[in-house]
């Protein structure tokens, strides 16, 4: 069973940092592309950076040059770094792995940041 294990959350205040980490288990990923999303209240889930397999990566033009995506396949770990974070970063951030089929796409069960001006 895929598993997707979300850590490093929290509260910071504006301009601060934050290393969220999901390490994913139960079946091999190396083929996977990584990605991290976010939901604000009232909003919808939309995507913050992506990594493919081969190390390609995609952010939004809202954290460019603030946020950097990495990925350690050997531990089916994702990681996102985020700097100098505004309080429009606030939000339940979701790890999420997608395979080259459809079907397979797996979610974190999301973590909070919560930046405070």
């Known amino acids: 069973q895929v598993q997707l294990v979300e850590s490093g959350g929290g509260l910071v205040q504006a301009g601060g940092s934050l290393r969220l980490s999901c390490a994913a288990s139960?079946?091999?990923?190396?083929?996977?592309?990584m990605g991290w999303f976010r939901q604000a209240p009232g909003k919808e889930r939309d995507v913050v950076a992506t990594?493919?397999?081969?190390?390609?990566?995609y952010y939004a033009d809202s954290v460019k040059g603030r946020f950097t995506i990495s990925r350690d396949s050997a531990k089916n770990t994702v990681y996102l770094q985020m700097n100098s974070l505004k309080p429009e970063d606030t939000a339940v951030y979701y790890c999420?792995?997608?395979?080259?089929?459809?079907?397979?796409?797996?979610w974190g069960q999301g973590t909070q940041v919560t930046v405070s001006s």
């Open positions: 990594i493919g397999h081969g190390g390609s990566t």
């Open positions: 139960g079946r091999t990923f190396s083929r996977f592309a």
């Open positions: 999420n792995l997608q395979g080259i089929h459809h079907y397979e796409n797996y």
